[in-house]
């Protein structure tokens, strides 16, 4: 993945315009240069040149240019991107016809997973109960994106595994501390012979397809888990989705697959769907809230107060007084 510094100079020396995304975009409804360029009003050779400069950049062809026009695979894929982009573009016009409610209390929360079912959901009824007057705002990160929306404000604090926290801060100004853990289980489908059992060892998945949301916390579990599955065997197949949590365990029904995810995913109900314990040693995955020491929002400090409270709560309520 291209990382934000590069990015930005690929924008700003003109290697990634906008104007070769649109022009590849036309070119893309059109399977044509010759009608791109009349939509446009633009030559055909220019587009033909500043599509292959673009295809150039990004280090793969775009379009095949053998008996006409037509997407490459990749081409595909990676103008789908490119359109939810300008598509947003397009709706940034529109935010001086938008109501924009201001208010000063409020703290942005950034989550990996839908938190409908999770302790990271008694921590937000909390605050909503004690501090009515604090507005939460929460938005789903990314995995690469956590650290740096912390440290530039555009996120007081986030709800992450903590593992998935690779770097360090001992020179920083970000803290995080430990909340909560939950064990790692399976989700496949209620007639899947596995469902017999009551419990699964990970040999059991081997010959099984795996999949695994592309963002949010399915790489880091995915990443616990396969060492422990490569013991028995190399996955059969390992299929990354860009969807919701819900949206992936209706495909693991509809496609008679299996995705990893934890204990907190119970609490859903979805037709045809169940899900078991794995391993003779379960699987724990602890999850941390992470924010930065220099954050001087006064109502993140009233939230990190109840997390503190809740935090301690949950530590003494564990028979050995760990997380």
């Not at 529109?94 to 989550?111: H, S």
């Not at 650290?147 to 593992?163: N, S």
């Not at 880091?220 to 028995?232: G, I």
């Amino acid at each position: 993945m291209i990382d934000q510094s590069t990015l930005y100079k690929y924008l700003a020396s003109g290697r990634l315009s906008l104007i070769s995304l649109t022009q590849a975009l036309v070119v893309s409804e059109q399977l044509s240069f010759h009608k791109a360029g009349d939509t446009l009003g633009i030559a055909q050779s220019a587009i033909s040149s500043r599509i292959a400069a673009l295809e150039e950049t990004i280090g793969f062809p775009l379009f095949e240019r053998q008996k006409g026009v037509r997407m490459t695979p990749r081409g595909r894929v990676f103008l789908e991107f490119v359109t939810e982009a300008v598509n947003l573009i397009g709706k940034s016009l529109d935010v001086a016809d938008t109501a924009i409610e201001v208010r000063r209390a409020a703290v942005r929360i950034g989550l990996q997973s839908s938190f409908a079912t999770d302790p990271a959901d008694e921590i937000l009824r909390r605050v909503d109960s004690a501090l009515p007057e604090i507005r939460l705002i929460c938005k789903e990160i990314d995995n690469s994106d956590f650290t740096r929306c912390v440290r530039r404000r555009k996120l007081d604090i986030v709800f992450v595994p903590c593992g998935a926290i690779t770097e360090r801060f001992a020179h920083d100004l970000l803290d995080a501390m430990p909340l909560w853990e939950e064990q790692v289980i399976v989700a496949l489908r209620a007639d899947d012979p596995l469902a017999a059992a009551s419990h699964l060892s990970w040999r059991d998945l081997v010959d099984r397809k795996f999949l695994v949301r592309s963002h949010g916390i399915g790489p880091h579990l995915m990443e616990r888990a396969l060492p422990l599955v490569r013991q028995s065997g190399e996955p059969r197949k390992i299929e990354h989705l860009h969807v919701g949590r819900d949206t992936l365990l209706t495909e693991v029904v509809r496609r008679r697959a299996i995705a990893l995810t934890t204990e907190a995913t119970r609490g859903l109900t979805l037709r045809g769907l169940t899900f078991r314990p794995i391993g003779e040693t379960p699987l724990m995955i602890t999850f941390c809230a992470l924010w930065s020491r220099q954050n001087i929002n006064p109502s993140l400090r009233s939230l990190l107060k109840i997390i503190r409270e809740l935090s301690e709560a949950y530590r003494n309520s564990k028979p050995d007084g760990t997380i």
